[in-house]
Every structure is written in C-alpha cells, then in structure tokens.
C-alpha cells in the first residue's frame, strides 16, 4: 500500500502542493489529473524522491520511501513521461 500522509511540496520556499492525503493499496491504477500548474508533476517528483518532501511521509507497506535506496525505490516505481525528455 502507498501512503502518504500530509504531504507538502515544492521547490526551494515556493510551496505547491499543500497536506496531501491519500492512501493507494496494492494492484490499484490510477490517474492523476488537474488543470496547468495545480501539482500533478509536484506529486510524480516527491513520490519518486526526484524532489524531497518540504514535510509530512511517502511509505509503501510501512516502509518510508526516504530511508529506502535508490535502487530499492526503482524496482518499485516506474514514470513513463508524456513527452520523452530533449
């Protein structure tokens, strides 16, 4: 199960998404949507630890993402991008 609880995020000070909750179990899909600039890309960077959390916890099956390893987090998450990178 994905957890994540209070979660704030952003870049530098600028704050952008602000005490997210959800919770995900196992073999569930899903979709993120919301209109430009609402966070969906906020979200996909802080559950994949490409930014860190300004505060609040992501953990999958207890474990919190920050103390697993970069290659522990690979094996479980994968981001296909709309528009491959340039």
């Known amino acids: 199960m994905l957890k994540v609880h209070q979660l ?3 870049y530098g000070t600028k ?8 919770e995900l179990s196992d073999h ?3 979709g993120v949507l919301g209109p430009n600039g609402s966070g969906k890309s906020t979200l996909l960077r802080a559950l994949t630890r490409v930014i860190e959390p300004m505060s ?3 953990s999958w099956q207890g474990t ?3 103390s697993m390893s970069a290659l522990e987090l690979a094996r479980l998450v994968a981001v296909v991008s709309q528009m491959p990178p340039v």
């Open 8 to 10: 704030h995020a952003g």
């Open 56 to 58: 609040g916890s992501i």
């Open 64 to 66: 919190p993402l920050k």
């Open 28 to 30: 569930v899909f899903c």
């Open 15 to 22: 704050e952008i998404l602000r005490g997210i909750d959800f």
